[in-house]
DNA sequence: CTTTGGATCGTCT
DNA sequence: GACGATCCAAAGG
């Protein structure tokens, strides 16, 4: 498994999440294949956390690409995003990044299984960006981390499985704004897709 | 299988 | 003080 260059995150969202697709996701003994992803474009989006500006929270997003942004939500839940966008052509970075929602786990399963004792069945372990976490053992200390960096507490790999020629499109899950954007990708007919909305479409 | 409501706290207004 | 880029158990079909 080859960790993917730092060029491949400096594109915009919209470029790099479908490329994402089917790459590996590194994290100590786990590892878990990207089946579903979607896009948060930043400045132009009122569903990114970074619509209305850097704060403290969203920090990473406005750095250079390829870091990893985990933020806390409702109380309980992480959700770990790649940092993405424009560097070079932007004069300044525009908070672009890509939500990883969900993987096919690959190696590690014992670990995940320990982390997430709520799941019943194998298949339920990654299938949502806050179960992910929880099975990876992501939080806030890992924001900011560098994903190009191979043997990193956490980084993304690429094991030669190219991303789907024709990936899955839906809007996005979950949000009150910009809810008709089609800026979520996944594996058809994956069962570690999130929800009920595995079909294509 | 689907639907529903509660949990829980950091962040920003 | 309100609200989440969510998850889970419980209940009904």
């Not at 992803?37 to 690409?65: C, K, L, Q, W």
């Not at 190696?107 to 997430?116: F, H, N, Y």
């Amino acid at each position: 498994v080859k960790a993917l260059p730092r060029s491949f995150y400096a594109r915009p969202a919209l470029e790099v999440a479908p490329d994402l697709l089917n790459k590996v996701v590194v994290a100590g003994p786990c590892r878990g294949r990207i089946v579903e992803v979607e896009a948060y474009m930043g400045s132009i989006d009122p569903a990114s956390h970074a619509y209305r500006g850097r704060t403290a929270r969203n920090a990473t997003m406005f750095g250079p690409p390829g870091h990893l942004y985990v933020y806390f939500t409702y109380g309980m839940h992480y959700c770990a995003n790649v940092v993405s966008g424009v560097t070079s052509q932007v004069p300044r970075d525009d908070g672009q990044a890509v939500l990883l929602r969900a993987l096919a786990p690959l190696a590690g399963l014992d670990e995940m299984r320990a982390r997430r004792r709520a799941a019943r069945r194998d298949r339920d372990l990654t299938n949502g960006p806050g179960k992910l976490c929880q099975a990876l053992g992501l939080d806030r200390t890992h924001d900011g981390d560098d994903l190009v960096v191979p043997g990193a507490a956490v980084w993304v790999g690429d094991d030669g499985v190219a991303p789907p020629e024709v990936p899955a499109r839906s809007t996005r899950i979950g949000i009150s704004v910009a809810r008709d954007e089609p800026w979520r990708w996944f594996v058809a007919g994956d069962p570690h897709v999130s929800g009920t909305r595995r079909a294509s479409g």
